[in-house]
């Protein structure tokens, strides 16, 4: 399997644009998490689905943010309107609970508001 | 809600030598999961190694330990041998046992200690 598969791996973009960040998971992994990583706040759990049914958003930190999953194999993150503060690195995570609960991280995407 | 607590934002260590990272945790559960993760300058997450708290036996991998001391709510790792590719951040993380019936899986990470090998 080639893991969790994140894009775009960087983003550059300009205040007021739409940001979508897309994460394909490892497949059988019933569970789907996005965090976020910043120097100050380390990594934030931003929302989990379970087999593509939204479970916690409450990490979610505005409705600017929004999280999708369709089916799956895809997921999806949504920033709109983007903001500076938003620059951070996005990470897509995936699990199987009968694996003792280990996540295995994509590669992150690096976003970057100006 | 569960924290986990790294004090040592930065170390440095030797190479081939030894290094202990700190990480306590709080929480009122009596099962559940442990894990230290690393993620070098490539930003990728790795699993180092895991610990289950009804196992009393500290986990090892390789020239990674732990010293899990359950009623201190403490989880250390030791890193033998250093070698410079250890060099990176690493994560402490807790996760409440699926069986626990906390009905969430979500890991909860301390905000990591950057260790710096040196040749």
């Known amino acids: 399997d080639a893991g969790v598969i994140q894009s775009p791996r960087h983003e550059v973009t300009e205040m007021g644009q739409e940001v979508t960040l897309r994460c394909k998971p490892i497949?059988?992994?019933?569970?789907l998490f996005w965090y976020r990583q910043t120097m100050m706040r380390g990594l934030e759990l931003l929302i989990y689905f379970n087999n593509n049914v939204p479970i916690d958003d409450s990490g979610m930190p505005e409705d600017r943010f929004s999280a999708k999953m369709p089916n799956a194999s895809f997921s999806t993150l949504k920033i709109q309107p983007s903001e500076p503060r938003d620059s951070a690195v996005y990470f897509c995570?995936?699990?199987?609970?009968?694996?003792?609960?280990?996540?295995?991280f994509g590669e992150g995407s690096r976003l970057t508001v100006l | 809600a569960q924290t986990v607590t790294q004090s040592q934002p930065e170390m440095s260590v030797q190479e081939a030598e030894t290094v202990t990272l700190s990480c306590t945790y709080d929480?009122?559960?009596?099962?559940?999961?442990l894990f230290w993760y690393k993620q070098p300058p490539s930003r990728q997450m790795i699993l180092v190694i895991r610990q289950e708290a009804y196992k009393q036996q500290n986990a090892t991998e390789n020239r990674f330990s732990v010293n899990f001391q359950k009623a201190a709510k403490s989880f250390s790792l030791k890193i033998s041998d250093s070698q410079l590719g250890d060099t990176a951040m690493y994560f402490c993380a807790f996760m409440s046992s699926p069986y626990s019936g906390a009905g969430s899986y979500q890991l909860t990470f301390g905000k990591g200690t950057k260790l710096s090998v040196i040749p």
């Open positions: 995570a995936t699990q199987v609970i009968a694996n003792t609960g280990e996540l295995f």
């Open positions: 497949s059988g992994h019933d569970y």
């Open positions: 929480t009122s559960e009596n099962n559940y999961y």
